[in-house]
Each structure stands twice: as structure tokens, then as C-alpha cells.
């Protein structure tokens, strides 16, 4: 299944100052790029990072709750509309908040504890205080949009290499928060889409270790054209489903 044609809403987003896009994780590498795009396109963006104000760090207890409440402060304030909400955060190697290293496993003789916990802290569990604390920002009346960025990792039916534990089964959480978050949503506003993209491989830090020959590697302006693409044409009937950046449905 591709995404449909493109919606007539999503130009009166960027025609109208009062509606607002929200890019968590938007002072990274992809989450920028996209930031860019939409102030290319004239739409009022707020870019929310571990190192802006206000911060969102999702190792840190109350964060996504302050954050929230900051962007509802400001949001009332203005008497603006948060007509899109796109989670662009993402672990896959680094520092832990632990502060040990951790790398994509190949065996299951490397699975440690406080790697798994850190990527299902970054990679689920704060998503899903995201779901929490700022889709109820969203409007109960019209169209609106909510996407949280996945990996084609986390889909179970498209697992044949194996390896890389603890992001395929995080992000595979994720993928069932989105879905029963949309569910949830549906029933809020009838025009609400909630979806798992996949961005594909990337040149950022995240994926540049990884970036293996064949694969296509995509700068970060290029993919945030593709997925912006995408949000563009979707619609309510595709809610709650796992996309890639071309549009195309990926396996749960």
C-alpha cells in the first residue's frame, strides 16, 4: 500500500500562522533538517531538543511532562493549534544515561541490561510519555497529525539478519504504542492520523556507522523532503499504520 494523494489541509497548515508544528528531537541531525524544510515552507515550527528551553530529555523523571507543559503555556498563550507533532528521537549506540557504552549487539552473548534499558527509554518508553502529555495538545475537531519516527529494524516480519537487540525490539514496542495510541486517538478526533515512519538510512551520526555499501544513504535534507512528502499525502484512513519514507507500508 503507497500513502494516498496529497491532503488539501496540509497547505492550509502553511498558510496559517495559528497552526504550529512540534519536532521533538528536532536539534539533530534529521530533526533539523526538517525544522528547515518547514520554515522553508513558511510554517511556524517549534524545535525542542535535550538543550533547548524548554528541554526534553526522556532519562530525566518529569521531563516530558515539563515539556508539555511549556508548549500548552505558549500554545494558549498565542491561541495557536499544534496541527502536527512529529517525534524525530532516537537511540541506536552511545552513551548510556549510565554512562557505559553501548553498540548494536550481534549475539545474543552481548545483551546487557543497561543498554537494553537505555534504548527502551529512549526508544519506547519516552515516546510513549510523548503519547501521554502532548497528544492531548492536539485539536478534538479537524485534521491533525502525529508521526513518531521507527525503523524498518523494528518490524518482526521483516527480521531476517538478526542481531541489533535491543533497538529491533524497542523500536517493535514502539511500533505497538503508535498503533494503540491511534486507536486511542481516533475516538478523540475522528481526522487524527497517528503513524511509525521509517526514515530510511540517513547521514547523521546515528547511522553513519552502519551505513553499509549498497544501502541507499540519504543527506538529512533529502529524507526530510521524503518524509515531509509523506506526512503530506497522509490521511485519517491510514491511521495507526508503519510507513517508510517513500510512502510504502512496512510489515509489523
Given at each position: 500500500?503507497?500513502?494516498?494523494?496529497?491532503?488539501?489541509?496540509?497547505?492550509?497548515?502553511?498558510?496559517?500562522?495559528?497552526?504550529?508544528?512540534?519536532?521533538?528531537?528536532?536539534?539533530?541531525?534529521?530533526?533539523?533538517?526538517?525544522?528547515?524544510?518547514?520554515?522553508?515552507?513558511?510554517?511556524?515550527?517549534?524545535?525542542?531538543?535535550?538543550?533547548?528551553?524548554?528541554?526534553?530529555?526522556?532519562?530525566?523523571?518529569?521531563?516530558?511532562?515539563?515539556?508539555?507543559?511549556?508548549?500548552?503555556?505558549?500554545?494558549?498563550?498565542?491561541?495557536?493549534?499544534?496541527?502536527?507533532?512529529?517525534?524525530?528521537?532516537?537511540?541506536?549506540h552511545g552513551e548510556t544515561a549510565a554512562g557505559s557504552r553501548a553498540e548494536p549487539e550481534r549475539s545474543w552473548q552481548h545483551l546487557e541490561a543497561e543498554a537494553l534499558a537505555h534504548s527502551f527509554a529512549v526508544n519506547a518508553i519516552g515516546p510513549a510519555l510523548v503519547m501521554r502529555h502532548f497528544l492531548p495538545?492536539?485539536?478534538?475537531?479537524?485534521?491533525?497529525?502525529?508521526?513518531?519516527?521507527?525503523?524498518?529494524?523494528?518490524?518482526?516480519?521483516?527480521?531476517?539478519?538478526?542481531?541489533?537487540?535491543?533497538?529491533?525490539?524497542?523500536?517493535?514496542?514502539?511500533?505497538?504504542?503508535?498503533?494503540?495510541?491511534?486507536?486511542?486517538?481516533?475516538?478523540?478526533?475522528?481526522?487524527?492520523?497517528?503513524?511509525?515512519?521509517?526514515?530510511?538510512?540517513?547521514?547523521?551520526?546515528?547511522?553513519?556507522?552502519?551505513?553499509?555499501?549498497?544501502?541507499?544513504?540519504?543527506?538529512?535534507?533529502?529524507?526530510?523532503?521524503?518524509?515531509?512528502?509523506?506526512?503530506?499525502?497522509?490521511?485519517?484512513?491510514?491511521?495507526?499504520?508503519?510507513?517508510?519514507?517513500?510512502?510504502?507500508?512496512?510489515?509489523?
Amino acid at each position: 500500500m503507497v500513502v494516498g494523494e496529497e491532503n488539501p489541509w496540509m497547505s492550509e497548515i502553511s498558510t496559517t500562522p495559528s497552526f504550529v508544528t512540534l519536532v521533538l528531537g528536532g536539534t539533530g541531525g534529521l530533526g533539523a533538517a526538517l525544522v528547515s524544510a518547514l520554515q522553508a515552507r513558511g510554517e511556524t515550527v517549534l524545535a525542542v531538543g535535550r538543550h533547548t528551553d524548554p528541554a526534553l530529555d526522556y532519562t530525566q523523571a518529569g521531563s516530558v511532562e515539563a515539556c508539555a507543559a511549556r508548549v500548552a503555556q505558549r500554545l494558549a498563550q498565542r491561541g495557536e493549534t499544534l496541527a502536527r507533532l512529529i517525534v524525530a528521537t532516537g537511540f541506536l549506540h552511545g552513551e548510556t544515561a549510565a554512562g557505559s557504552r553501548a553498540e548494536p549487539e550481534r549475539s545474543w552473548q552481548h545483551l546487557e541490561a543497561e543498554a537494553l534499558a537505555h534504548s527502551f527509554a529512549v526508544n519506547a518508553i519516552g515516546p510513549a510519555l510523548v503519547m501521554r502529555h502532548f497528544l492531548p495538545l492536539l485539536p478534538r475537531q479537524g485534521p491533525c497529525l502525529a508521526a513518531f519516527f521507527s525503523a524498518r529494524v523494528g518490524s518482526i516480519g521483516d527480521n531476517a539478519l538478526g542481531g541489533w537487540y535491543a533497538y529491533r525490539a524497542a523500536k517493535a514496542a514502539l511500533n505497538q504504542l503508535v498503533h494503540t495510541a491511534a486507536i486511542e486517538l481516533a475516538r478523540r478526533n475522528r481526522e487524527a492520523v497517528c503513524v511509525a515512519l521509517h526514515p530510511g538510512t540517513v547521514d547523521t551520526p546515528l547511522s553513519q556507522p552502519f551505513a553499509k555499501a549498497g544501502l541507499t544513504v540519504r543527506p538529512p535534507e533529502a529524507a526530510a523532503a521524503e518524509l515531509l512528502a509523506v506526512m503530506d499525502r497522509l490521511n485519517a484512513t491510514q491511521t495507526g499504520g508503519f510507513f517508510d519514507h517513500q510512502g510504502k507500508t512496512v510489515p509489523w
